[in-house]
């Protein structure tokens, strides 16, 4: 029986529909995933995406030619039957299904399976193979509990305040700012947004997003104009003459890699934070244990060690070579335009 997904130097392709899923080299019909950078690219002629997903693509890429589909929603392309799910990765982010001829074979695209009250939560769709992220696969990586996180940074945040400091927090645009913005006290002070932070604040504002309320940082907006404020700014500025502008300050970094000892120190950060929203070693065990899936392709991350620990529990276990990034700490930041 021939594979219903084929793996190609342009990216995931299904030659029943003749698509393919977050291709990285132009295509004419391209199935995304998700809106950050390393999934959804310029180039393509023709784009299918969820509805949440949309806004996103087109605030980065500009004029593109677009479809938007719901979640759940099923649609024959060629002789293949798609549908996009829940993947809880941030707002909109889904896992595309595709079936040809009774096979079923689910790419995940990035996941996390912890709801964040910010992206539809993850929902593990039924299937023969399944293509799974594995940008953080192995024990070391666990997540603090979202209670705990929101304490911590709370704590952290109050404590530079009323000793004089401004607190500079590094996130990503997309997905990550947002989740944090979820979690903090806006009591504390005031908060402080990079121009690509707000820029995306302000696409998924426009979807009806909820977040706190937010300043753009311009050049007039200093620490002694907004003292004891929080600043939300990209993986990128820290460190920067952008920085530099608040005076006395705290520096942290938000993301699974602060999981592992010496990263936070090449970061230069004050303070890590151990948060992802990708899916943590007991989340992609679990999510691939919910798909009843016997095949399994590890993609983007510790593909060597997560694939050899795959074929142990008895899985037809493999490894696909990507362009996808996952979420890196000395990378450029995904989603900032």
């Given at each position: 029986m021939a594979d219903v997904l084929t793996f190609t130097d342009?990216?995931?392709?299904?030659?029943?529909?003749?698509?393919?899923?977050?291709p990285w080299k132009p295509v004419d019909r391209a199935l995304i995933t998700h809106g950050h950078s390393d999934h959804a690219r310029n180039g393509m002629g023709h784009y299918l995406a969820t509805i949440g997903t949309a806004p996103?693509?087109?605030?980065?890429?500009?004029?593109i030619t677009l479809e938007t589909i719901a979640y759940g929603q099923e649609r024959q392309i060629g002789d293949a039957r798609v549908s996009f799910h829940p993947a809880g990765h941030v707002p909109g982010s889904a896992q595309i299904r595709v079936a040809v001829k009774g096979q079923v074979w689910v790419v995940s695209g990035d996941y996390k399976t912890v709801a964040d009250g910010l992206s539809e939560p993850f929902e593990p769709v039924t299937c023969h193979a399944f293509i799974t992220e594995c940008t953080f696969g192995l024990p070391i990586f666990k997540w603090t509990p979202e209670d705990i996180l929101t304490q911590q940074i709370n704590d952290w945040w109050a404590a530079n305040a009323a000793a004089g400091r401004t607190s500079i927090l590094g996130a990503y645009a997309l997905g990550k700012a947002q989740r944090l913005l979820t979690t903090v006290n806006p009591d504390i002070g005031p908060i402080l947004t990079h121009g690509a932070i707000e820029n995306t604040n302000a696409?998924?504002?426009?979807?009806g997003v909820s977040l706190p309320d937010t300043t753009l940082v311009t050049r007039e907006?200093?620490?002694?104009?907004?003292p004891g404020a929080l600043v939300l700014a990209t993986?990128?500025?820290?460190?920067t003459t952008w920085a530099?502008?608040?005076?006395?300050?705290?520096?942290?970094?938000?993301?699974g890699w602060m999981a592992l000892r010496g990263v936070r120190r090449r970061r230069a950060a004050d303070r890590g934070f151990i948060v992802s929203?990708?899916?943590?070693?007991?989340?992609?065990?679990?999510?691939?244990?919910?798909t009843g899936a016997t095949k399994i392709f590890a993609t983007h991350g510790y593909t060597s060690a997560f694939q050899k620990w795959l074929t142990s529990q008895g899985y037809d276990a493999h490894i696909v070579s990507t362009d996808y990034q996952g979420e890196g700490f000395d990378q450029a930041d995904e989603a900032e335009a």
């Open positions: 342009r990216g995931i392709y299904c030659p029943a529909g003749d698509f393919y899923i977050d996103v693509m087109r605030h980065r890429l500009g004029e696409v998924l504002r426009g979807q907006i200093t620490h002694k104009t907004h993986p990128s500025a820290l460190g530099r502008r608040f005076g006395p300050s705290s520096t942290a970094f938000a993301s929203d990708h899916a943590d070693w007991e989340g992609l065990n679990t999510a691939i244990k919910a």
